[in-house]
């Protein structure tokens, strides 16, 4: 099945005096970037969470509030220390222009994101569930309820494209890899149900490199103990 739509409106709780700016359920602050000067000035106007927590799980990219390089930054790890995470309504400006909009889940993309060209014209639209593309498939080891995730499958323009993951029925990441333009990329790795890794993969770093072959770079017992490893690549 593909990712619920129903949550890509964000849910604003209304207060009377004062109006708080909460979403989904989440306290945040207004704030805003300025770059550029002149008719090239561009400005970002954005919610940060109140409080500190923790990023989205499973999501390749994390948006946040960078405290000294006093920008957003997107990354694949989020320190507290260092930044806030975004959440809430986003909207990229030039002059009276809109650039860019759309809405964060816990430093994710969520619900519907549109880009446009500096004549207002649309250039791009797509669609989040917490960071994970619409087109994404979930299957599920409990087809009713839906509580035991199997296996989350990051689909993009028909394409594999993000974070790949399958899990063990207890919960625990059996396997997580990187797909990028539908090819494995970089180290995939294989865990046994009690959560000790098993193997990992190594795969080009870049996809489309034919030349390079997938290979097995190191691999374990289920108590832990490194049983291969592989100088190839090094």
């Known amino acids: 099945m593909e990712l619920d739509e129903k949550t890509s409106d964000p849910i ?3 207060k009377k005096k004062p109006k708080k700016k ?3 359920g989440l306290k945040t602050r207004k704030s805003y970037t300025r770059k550029g000067f002149g008719d090239k000035v561009v400005i970002e106007l954005f919610y940060t969470l109140k409080y500190p927590d923790k990023p989205t799980e499973f999501v390749r990219d994390i948006f946040w509030y960078d405290f000294t390089r006093r920008e957003i930054r997107r990354s694949g790890n989020f320190d507290q220390k260092k930044g806030v ?3 809430g309504p986003y909207k990229k ?3 009276p222009v809109v650039l860019e909009e759309g809405i964060f889940y816990k430093g994710a993309k969520h619900g519907r994101w549109m880009k446009y060209d500096r004549q207002d014209i649309l250039d791009d639209k797509e669609k989040f569930y917490k960071g994970w593309p619409k087109e994404s498939i979930v299957t599920y080891y409990d087809a009713v309820e839906h ?4 296996e989350m499958i990051p689909i993009e323009i028909d394409e594999r494209e993000g974070f790949y993951f399958l899990f063990h029925e207890n919960g625990n990441i059996a396997v997580t890899g990187e797909y990028k333009w539908g090819e494995k990329v970089g180290d995939w790795v294989e865990n046994y149900p009690n959560g000790k890794r098993k193997k990992i993969v190594s795969y080009p770093k870049e996809p489309f490199e034919k030349e390079i072959k997938p290979f097995v ?3 374990w017992d289920e108590k832990g103990r490194e049983i291969f490893t592989s100088s190839k690549g090094v």
Do not use: I, P
């Open 12 to 14: 604003v709780t209304k």
């Open 22 to 24: 909460t979403f989904y």
């Open 85 to 87: 995470l975004l959440h």
């Open 93 to 95: 400006m030039q002059g």
């Open 147 to 150: 509580k035991k995730v199997k």
């Open 217 to 219: 770079r190191k691999e």
